[in-house]
Structure formats: structure tokens, C-alpha cells
């Protein structure tokens, strides 16, 4: 079992006679791994259920796609802590749209999803917008998903010059599986036209990875993006922070665009790619202990809103 949910092993790789070749297994198939997996699905949730009972909880559930397959992942938070509710496959793409999600959540949390689901937090995906419209609840979408399409904008704007960098490390990965002599030990250049033989050795001709070499003003640019990239690298760092609050989110996307201005249609507050804008300006304005300047029309998502801010 430790197999199967750590390494993320398929159950059919129990009955496989190469990997049992390999893996020593204790005398188990597939199906009596199932009925263990299910017995202890049957022992550990009347214990989370029991914890959660009463409990205002966040649902919190992402999306991974591994070699086509794409899978999600649920976990329940409330002030006591978290857990971990249900990790699923779904077998093709007519099986990713909101409808499928929601009655996979619903098979998942049938027995806790109440009114007192406080809100659900997720990448900013079309398809967690309308899963959050649908059961009603407001949406905190992922501030590194945020980020990384931020990242795939700016990389937009330079991809010519990263192309030229990628086909040049391409070269070099295979230059030197290249000789330069032929039996007659004449010297070719890359279009394998002739170099006389008294030719210099620093002779440009000789090498056939020379045009593929940024120019000087190409190179300022690959020294200039290169920085950029780290800048960015240090700011999801930044926000994979177990503290991370929607606060704390909001002051390092500040941060980025003193440098990337041209990212601001991501990273603002009200960029049109938050679902629940209203509800996190509301969390925003109670972390910072402003509860009182709420407006009227935020005032209803006051008591949600109090209730997530410590989650």
C-alpha cells in the first residue's frame, strides 16, 4: 500500500510478473490490495469526520496531468488542521468538465459538504470557476498559478531569443559526436565546403557551431532575460511558503510588477482572472483589521470571510 499512494503505483503493477521479478510483494494481488486500500478508507474517515463535525472547513483541490492522465487530488482544512479526503484518475478528456469534477466532490464529501463549506481554493482554472459557482461557494484561487501564467506572458515576449538560445545548447549537445576530418584529412565546414589546409586555427570556418552564436546585442538580451527569470524564480519560491496568506500574496506580486509592469493584467487585485474578487478583498481588508471600511456590497461575505482569514 505504501507503494501505491508514495510512489503513485498502479494497482495492475501487483499482478505484473516483471515487477514482482524486481519488487518483492508479501503474497498479494491487486485485488486484495483494493479490499485493503478500502478497508482503510472505511477506518480513517468516520475519524475525520468526527474531527470536521461542527467545524467550518475550506475545500481544497488541485488538478495534475502526468502523461495524459489527469488526476485530482482533495484536501479539507479547518482550524484544527488539514486532511487529505481523495486523490482520483479520470480516465479521458470528456471526463474533466465541471459536471464530472462535481460529482466526483460530491461522491468524495457526501458526507461533510454542508453549508458550512466556507469557500474552496484552486488553481485559476475555467473550469474551478464554475465547479466554485455551481455548489455556491467563493473561490481563493492558487497566487502560484497566478505567477507561473504571469511567467508564460513574459516568456511570450522573448521567444525568439530563447528559441536561438535552446537550438544552440541543441548543437552543442552533439558538436562534439562531429568530426571535422575526412580520410582524406581535408577540413569542412559545416556546409561541408573545402577550408585549405593552411587555414589559421582560430579560423572561424572551422566550426560549424559559430552561426548559431548570439550576436553581442543578443547576448545582453539573454543576460538580461536570464536576471529577469531569477527574479521570478525568487518570487514563487516566495510563494510556496506554507504561511502563505492572500495578504502576503498580494505584497510579492506588488514587488514583481515594480519590475515587470507588463504583467499587471495577472497580478492586481482586481485582474479579471479572480473568480471571487469581492470575497478576497474582504479577507484582505479583515486580515489587515479594516473589517469596519467593508462595503456594503462586501458586508454579506463578512462572516465567511472572518472565519477563512485564519484557516
Not at 63 to 91: E, N
Not at 225 to 240: F, G, S, V
Given at each position: 500500500?505504501?507503494l ?11 499482478d505484473?510478473?516483471t515487477?514482482?521479478?524486481a519488487?518483492?510483494?508479501?503474497g ?8 485493503h486500500?478500502i478497508?482503510c ?6 475519524l475525520?469526520i468526527?474531527e470536521?463535525?461542527d467545524e467550518?472547513?475550506v475545500l ?5 496531468t502526468?502523461r495524459?492522465d489527469?488526476s485530482?487530488?482533495v484536501f479539507?482544512?479547518t482550524?484544527?488542521?488539514?486532511h ?5 484518475y479520470?480516465i479521458?478528456e470528456?471526463?474533466?468538465t ?10 468524495m464529501t457526501?458526507t ?7 469557500g ?11 465547479i466554485s459557482?455551481r ?7 492558487c ?9 508564460k ?5 522573448h521567444?525568439?531569443?530563447i ?7 541543441q ?10 576530418l575526412?580520410?582524406n584529412?581535408?577540413k569542412?565546414?559545416h ?5 585549405p ?8 570556418r ?7 552564436l548570439?550576436?553581442?546585442g543578443e ?6 532575460i536570464?536576471?529577469d527569470?531569477k527574479l521570478?524564480e ?9 504561511g502563505?496568506t ?15 509592469p507588463?504583467?499587471?493584467?495577472r497580478?492586481t ?5 479572480i ?6 478583498k ?16 462586501r458586508?454579506?461575505l463578512?462572516?465567511n ?7
Amino acid at each position: 500500500m505504501n507503494l501505491v499512494v508514495h510512489k503513485n503505483v498502479p494497482f495492475a503493477n501487483v499482478d505484473d510478473e516483471t515487477v514482482r521479478a524486481a519488487i518483492k510483494f508479501d503474497g498479494i494481488s491487486s485485488k486484495i490490495l483494493k479490499a485493503h486500500m478500502i478497508a482503510c478508507v472505511k477506518l480513517i474517515n468516520p475519524l475525520i469526520i468526527a474531527e470536521i463535525k461542527d467545524e467550518n472547513f475550506v475545500l481544497v483541490f488541485d488538478g495534475v496531468t502526468d502523461r495524459g492522465d489527469h488526476s485530482l487530488g482533495v484536501f479539507v482544512v479547518t482550524r484544527k488542521g488539514w486532511h487529505f479526503l481523495a486523490f482520483s484518475y479520470f480516465i479521458d478528456e470528456s471526463s474533466t468538465t465541471a459536471n464530472e469534477h462535481i460529482r466526483f466532490l460530491d461522491i468524495m464529501t457526501s458526507t461533510i459538504w454542508t453549508p458550512r463549506t466556507l469557500g474552496v481554493v484552486c488553481d485559476n482554472m475555467e473550469t474551478n470557476k464554475a465547479i466554485s459557482r455551481r455548489v455556491d461557494a467563493p473561490m481563493i484561487g492558487c497566487a502560484a498559478h497566478r505567477l507561473n501564467l504571469a511567467v508564460k506572458d513574459y516568456v511570450k515576449n522573448h521567444t525568439a531569443t530563447i528559441v536561438k538560445v535552446s537550438v544552440l545548447m541543441q548543437k552543442l549537445k552533439s558538436v562534439k559526436g562531429i568530426t571535422m576530418l575526412k580520410q582524406n584529412h581535408c577540413k569542412l565546414n559545416h556546409v561541408g565546403k573545402h577550408i585549405p589546409e593552411e587555414a589559421p586555427a582560430n579560423d572561424p570556418r572551422q566550426f560549424p557551431i559559430v552561426q548559431f552564436l548570439p550576436d553581442p546585442g543578443e547576448h545582453c538580451s539573454i543576460l538580461d532575460i536570464l536576471d529577469d527569470m531569477k527574479l521570478l524564480e525568487m518570487a514563487t519560491k516566495r510563494l510556496q511558503d506554507c504561511g502563505l496568506t492572500i495578504l502576503s500574496a498580494r505584497d510579492i506580486f506588488g514587488g514583481v510588477l515594480v519590475d515587470f509592469p507588463e504583467l499587471e493584467h495577472r497580478l492586481t487585485a482586481d485582474t479579471k482572472i479572480i473568480e471571487s474578487s469581492a470575497f478576497e478583498k474582504s479577507v484582505v481588508k479583515i486580515t489587515k483589521g479594516e473589517e469596519k471600511e467593508l462595503t456594503t456590497k462586501r458586508e454579506h461575505l463578512r462572516g465567511n470571510a472572518i472565519q477563512v482569514r485564519p484557516l
